[in-house]
């Protein structure tokens, strides 16, 4: 069965400081993954994709397939960083899977 | 970028009427939309698929004639929650791929908040 698993309902770091937030998955196939974010009274949004590999807003996100893991990090947070994010999998046909997502506070 | 929008943004209603929720893709056409439920403090849970002109397609557990989905047009999905209970009480929330912006990319609505007496 597909599932996205975010260890962490809370993390709190100081501003400056380096962020990583965990997800994991298990998934039978060749995944693609997203990390989405949710900023207070906002939708949810696209953060980043595994696929693009790229940056945003200071974040990336490596796909570790040894390790199924799908971990996202920013090495300097900044208080607008605070919000809820929510690792998701793809299981095809763009049907996602999501995490419990984990809620952000960037401390100052 | 594109925009999706959900109405009403809450509603309460009694137990045992219906309520229609409409999903919008404003500036894009849509093929396929996603319905979503979030209970408090939980996740999202992928209710069932929208295909525009075709019969929508539920996951594992969800009741199709306790939801019914009726995509009609490309810029509009709608789910109705027949014979609404307490139990159905969540926040629902769609989702449209826009199929130029290439990729897998979903654009969410606001949601809306159903709450029954």
């Known amino acids: 069965a597909q599932r996205v698993t975010q260890p962490e309902k809370l993390l709190s770091v100081f501003k400056g400081a380096p962020v990583e937030l965990k997800c994991n998955y298990s998934?039978?196939?060749?995944?693609?993954l997203f990390w989405y974010v949710q900023y207070s009274r906002q939708r949810l949004q696209l953060l980043l994709r595994h696929i693009s590999r790229e940056s945003i807003k200071g974040f990336t996100a490596d796909l570790n397939k040894g390790e199924t893991s799908f971990h996202l990090k920013k090495p300097f947070a900044q208080e607008e960083d605070s919000a809820m994010y929510y690792c998701a999998l793809s299981r095809g046909a763009q049907k996602l899977v999501f995490g419990q997502g984990t809620r952000l506070t960037i401390n100052p | 970028g594109a925009v999706v929008s959900q109405h009403p943004s809450w509603v309460i209603c009694k137990s045992g009427t219906s309520v229609k929720i409409e999903c919008r893709s404003l500036?894009?056409?849509?093929?396929?939309m996603f319905w979503y439920r979030q209970f408090p403090k939980q996740s999202l849970m992928l209710m069932a698929t929208?295909?525009?002109?075709?019969?929508?397609?539920?996951e594992q557990g969800v009741e199709k004639d306790k939801f019914l989905i009726n995509h009609a047009s490309l810029t509009l999905s709608t789910l109705t929650v027949t014979s609404a209970h307490p139990e159905d009480s969540s926040f629902y929330i769609c989702s449209a791929r826009d199929p130029t912006s290439g990729g897998e990319t979903q654009y969410f609505g606001p949601g809306t908040r159903l709450l029954v007496l």
């Open positions: 998934y039978s196939g060749s995944p693609e």
């Open positions: 929208s295909n525009e002109g075709s019969k929508a397609t539920y």
């Open positions: 500036d894009f056409q849509a093929t396929t």
